[in-house]
């Protein structure tokens, strides 16, 4: 069967994978930015909930336009994506605003606001959701303690180690019990001492429930916590591996 034929039919087919439910499903994805080569090229790709998976792939392959595409940072040149059976591609600001109140993102360079403290910070995700004042104070301390930020609640994120920041970072992500946590290169900057208590943060909130996405080439990383990884090169999908370390991409005659 072509890779046409069986884009179409995988579009008409329940959101399954191995009957979980796909919390993200990509069909035949490309994303090019201006005049560029493609940054994305043909992605085909299923994320089933309650998933841990790592994209990994050389500086350049793709590996954060694709983050971007999950949560409507970035729209598709061409290709279809669904987030939660919901079809992202042809969603406006609104609804795209309302997914992504679902959706705990940690960006690269963190985006905390530096003139608020790290309560605020952390809070300003359940201010935006209309959430009630003593609701948002109850959440707001468990989370930053489940972080090991207690005694940080009234500084400022610049007063503050990487690591510390990080870890604002990824509670303000978790704040909302988001049903997808997306990470790009997260502990890209830190020491390994420090990367090791970022990535039990990530697995309990996996444990949790949430489906959990982390673009990185930390090899070390996913050597110690293997987990599936999507591999990108040059913006195609070049492999895709279980955490048993099957290639599931070359079982299928795809690569
Ligand atoms: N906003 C942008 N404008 C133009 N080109 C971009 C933009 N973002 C990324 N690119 C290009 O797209 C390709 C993939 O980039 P990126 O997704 O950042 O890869 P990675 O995260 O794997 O390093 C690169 O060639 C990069 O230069
Ligand atoms: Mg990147």
């Known amino acids: 069967m072509s890779i046409a034929a069986a884009t179409s039919l995988d579009l008409t087919e329940s959101p399954t994978t191995n009957g979980r439910l796909s919390v993200i499903q990509l069909f035949n994805v490309c994303k090019s930015y201006g005049r560029e080569q493609r940054a994305l090229d043909g992605v085909n790709l299923k994320i089933p909930k309650g998933d841990f998976v790592y994209i990994t792939g050389p500086s350049g392959a793709g590996k954060s336009t694709l983050l971007k595409l999950f949560y409507g940072g970035e729209k598709p040149s061409r290709g279809q994506i669904l987030v939660n059976g919901m079809n992202v591609t042809r969603m406006g600001g609104a609804r795209i605003a309302q997914l992504r109140r679902r959706i705990g993102i940690v960006f690269q360079d963190f985006k905390l606001l530096s003139s608020r403290t790290v309560f605020e ?23 930053l303690k489940h972080v090991g930020l207690e005694h940080a609640l009234q500084k400022t994120p610049l007063a503050l180690s990487g690591g510390e920041q990080q870890r604002v970072a990824i509670a303000r992500a978790l704040v909302v019990d988001p049903l997808v946590l997306i990470a790009d290169e997260p502990t890209g900057n830190l020491d390994q001492e420090v990367s090791l208590e970022i990535m039990e943060l990530f697995r309990t909130a996996n444990a949790r429930g949430s489906t959990v996405i982390l673009a990185t080439h930390d090899r070390g990383m996913i050597s110690r916590f293997p987990r599936r990884q999507v591999i990108l090169e040059q913006g195609r999908l070049a492999g895709d591996i279980d955490s048993s370390g099957v290639d599931r991409l070359q079982e299928a005659g795809v690569a």
């Open 121 to 143: 910070n952390v809070a300003f995700p359940l201010e935006v959701q209309g959430r009630k004042r003593y609701e948002i104070s109850k959440k707001v301390f468990q989370v």
